[in-house]
T-cell receptor, first 116, second 115 residues
Framework: GAVVSQHPSRVICKSGTSVKIECRSL??????MFWYRQFPKQSLMLMAT?????????EQGVEKDKFLINHASLTLSTLTVTSAHPEDSSFYIC????????????FGQGTRLTVV | AQTVTQSQPEMSVQEAETVTLSCTYD???????LFWYKQPPSRQMILVIR??????QNATENRFSVNFQKAAKSFSLKISDSQLGDAAMYFC????????????FGKGTKLTVNP
């Protein structure tokens, strides 16, 4: 299957700083990518849909200015957590749709963010 | 809005036995996809099986099969000959065909496989 690479897998940052998470489709071009947040022992919560060349579509309740999403190319989407606070600590997962296999979304390995 | 409900927070099964995980969903759409994803301790999401709503035949992938009841909006996963490596969180997910393409997940079922 298609491969989606997410980096970094773990990151620790200080309160007030920003951190960027990258999501890359390695062997296909992804016009659409998705960003999820997962709290411990809970399900995946969709944060936003990232479309190449256009603004991301955020789910209700997700702060656009805090979670900046950029999808500048067909193989890369980034999520930047700005002015991070301890409550932003979580597991973040990206996924991408392979247009050639439109029924299936492929997931990155996830990023564990800890804000201290 | 579409919702996915998994009523079993936890399930356990003996190795080599069969277990069924339940999932129901609510939608007014007629064309959609249903999925079961596995999330092991590594937290990598792995697609187990998918079902197109227009197909009456239940999907099967080796030891994994589904019981898709469209009228009842039910989509259960059966794992046969359970193996220790099947232990994981299992998420049922829904996606409308031709829409925003986003997945709606259930809350998950934690499956334990006892040796």
């Amino acid at each position: 299957g298609a491969v989606v690479s997410q980096h970094p897998s773990r990151v620790i940052c200080k309160s007030g700083t920003s951190v960027k998470i990258e999501c890359r489709s390695l062997d296909f071009q992804a016009t659409t990518m998705f960003w999820y947040r997962q709290f411990p022992k809970q399900s995946l919560m969709l944060m936003a849909t990232s479309n190449e060349g256009s603004k991301a579509t955020y789910e209700q309740g997700v702060e656009k200015d805090k979670f900046l999403i950029n999808h500048a190319s067909l193989t890369l989407s980034t999520l930047t957590v700005t002015s991070a606070h301890p409550e932003d600590s979580s597991f973040y997962i990206c996924s991408a749709l392979d247009p050639g296999v439109n029924t299936e979304a492929f997931f990155g390995q996830g990023t564990r963010l800890t804000v201290v | 809005a579409q919702t996915v409900t998994q009523s079993q927070p936890e399930m356990s099964v003996q190795e080599a036995e069969t277990v069924t995980l339940s999932c129901t969903y609510d939608t007014s759409e007629s064309d959609y996809y249903l999925f079961w994803y596995k999330q092991p301790p590594s937290r990598q999401m792995i697609l187990v099986i998918r079902q197109e709503a227009y197909k009456q035949q239940n999907a099967t992938e080796n030891r994994f099969s589904v019981n898709f009841q469209k009228a009842a909006k039910s989509f259960s996963l059966k794992i046969s000959d359970s193996q220790l490596g099947d232990a994981a969180m299992y998420f049922c997910a829904y996606r409308v065909q031709g829409g925003s393409e986003k997945l709606v997940f259930g809350k998950g079922t934690k499956l334990t496989v006892n040796p």
